[in-house]
């Protein structure tokens, strides 16, 4: 089965910096790589995902870039806010149309200081 | 966006109780899914439920611990049965919506359950 590693597993940066977060898996048949939000005691909620065939996109602050060769993707956060705070989790799949059945990284916890 | 609502939103239980939580959803949806996420931890899959058919249990779930009911299709049940202290967790139902590329997992609010 898939194997899912993040790094850091906790990062605290000064609002206006940049955080990365990067997740490793081992599933080279993975083709789906979101990554969640879940700010403390909320659900969790989908910020940005990517799908196999594209290396990199961005949504205003936040951008994911996918290397399927290493098997690797990271969260780019530029600008930090504070509530930017929670805790981040990327899920990695061979879902492709099918995105609901996900295993989890053991999530980032991202402080952003003011 | 799928609005799901999750019934109760937290419950203290008794150890060696069951406690059923409900799960709506404001359209109807093919699948459903129930994860849980365990205090200060990530989030595992239980099990996918589809209307009319047996729930799909994923590794180290079973059906008589977590029982799974899906009657129609903006509707579905998880019992966590015969509760120990282990099953302390936040139980999260979620939906798929949107189609092709705009297709994401939406979640509840999730169920806090703590069992004494």
């Known amino acids: 089965g898939e194997n899912v590693e993040q790094h850091p597993s906790t990062l605290s940066v000064q609002e206006g910096d940049s955080a990365v977060i990067k997740c490793t898996y081992s599933?080279?048949?993975?083709?789906?790589f979101p990554w969640y939000k879940q700010e403390l005691g909320k659900r969790p909620q989908l910020i940005i995902d990517?799908?196999?065939?594209?290396g990199e996109k961005k949504d205003q602050r936040i951008a994911v870039t996918l290397n399927k060769t290493a098997k690797h993707f990271s969260l780019h956060i530029t600008e930090t806010q504070p509530e930017d705070s929670a805790v981040y989790f990327c899920?990695?799949?061979?879902?492709?149309?099918?995105?609901?059945?996900?295993?989890f990284g053991q999530g980032t916890t991202l402080q952003v200081k003011p | 966006s799928a609005v799901i609502s999750q019934k109760p939103s937290r419950d203290i239980c008794q150890r060696g109780t069951s406690l059923t939580i409900q799960c709506q959803v404001d359209?109807?949806?093919?699948?459903m899914f129930w994860y849980r996420q365990q205090p200060g931890q990530s989030l595992t899959l239980i099990a996918t439920?589809?209307?009319?058919?047996?729930?799909?249990?994923e590794s180290g779930f079973v059906i008589d611990k977590f029982p799974i009911s899906r009657p129609n299709l903006t509707f579905s049940t998880l019992t966590v049965s015969n509760m120990s202290p282990e099953d302390s967790s936040i139980y999260l139902c979620?939906?798929?919506?949107?189609?092709?590329?705009?297709?994401?997992?939406?979640f509840g609010e999730g169920s806090r359950l703590t069992v004494l």
């Open positions: 979620s939906v798929e919506d949107g189609q092709g590329r705009d297709r994401e997992l939406f």
């Open positions: 599933d080279s048949a993975s083709n789906y």
């Open positions: 990517i799908r196999s065939n594209v």
């Open positions: 899920a990695p799949t061979r879902g492709g149309g099918n995105t609901g059945k996900l295993i």
């Open positions: 359209s109807q949806v093919t699948m």
């Open positions: 439920a589809n209307q009319g058919s047996e729930a799909t249990y």
